[in-house]
């Protein structure tokens, strides 16, 4: 019979894959090795082992774990425009600042996803990427929502992936505590979004 999960399991857990995000981020995920992850979780390689059989078993979970996330902020964005009665511009500009709030607190796991994904197994792999382009269609369908005369077949990938390209790199420069705030990024991009580099985002 196996032996029930304790009480702070799933918290251990989450405490290793932010460890192990960090170190994939620090130093490669094929650099970084199984004791490198459990000297920085404070532990040792056999206590890791009875989380997680092999590094490769920590990447997928997290971003198993992380791409389920982005999906919920999608379905959250679109339950809270619903609820506020939001444009369709609107939902749109709390889509991407739900993202950069998400961003501000998981960089290292999106390093991860950006960056390590190739490293997991066939199916494991075609899996995330999956959810990865689940969320890029999700953006576009926002888009073209928000500005149905300015979308078309034509342009609605390289439109989508010009606001990717000024978020979803934020963790290359922007960091908490720096000079310019997730959120102060986050109302430049909107202000973009609507009016170009040449409109300035609201003051509050």
């Avoid at 609107?90 to 950006?114: D, G, K, P």
Wanted: positive net charge; glycine residues 4%; charged residues 25%.
């Amino acid at each position: 019979m196996a032996r029930p999960k304790s009480a702070t399991h799933d918290l251990k857990r989450e405490e290793i894959l932010d460890m192990a995000a960090q170190c994939f981020a620090a130093q490669s995920f094929a650099a970084a090795s199984m004791n490198t992850i459990a000297s920085a979780c404070g532990t040792s390689k056999a206590r890791l082992y009875h989380y997680y059989e092999s590094k490769e078993a920590i990447l997928f979970d997290l971003l198993d774990r992380y791409t389920q996330r982005l999906l919920a902020l999608i379905g959250e964005a679109e339950a809270r425009a619903q609820r506020k009665n939001l444009s369709e511009r609107e939902a749109l500009n709390e889509l991407v600042r739900a993202f950069l709030a998400e961003y501000e607190t998981s960089a290292t796991r999106h390093v991860a996803l950006l960056s390590d994904t190739k490293f997991l197994g066939e199916a494991q792999r075609e899996l995330i990427l999956n959810r990865q382009r689940d969320v890029v269609a999700a953006f576009t369908r926002f888009i073209k929502r928000a500005y149905p005369d300015r979308v078309t077949a034509h342009n609605q990938t390289a439109l989508t992936m010009l606001l990717f390209g000024m978020i979803n790199w934020t963790f290359t420069w922007l960091r908490p505590g720096g000079p310019m705030s997730y959120s102060e990024f986050a109302k430049e991009v909107v202000a973009v979004i609507e009016g170009g580099l040449g409109t300035k985002p609201p003051a509050h």
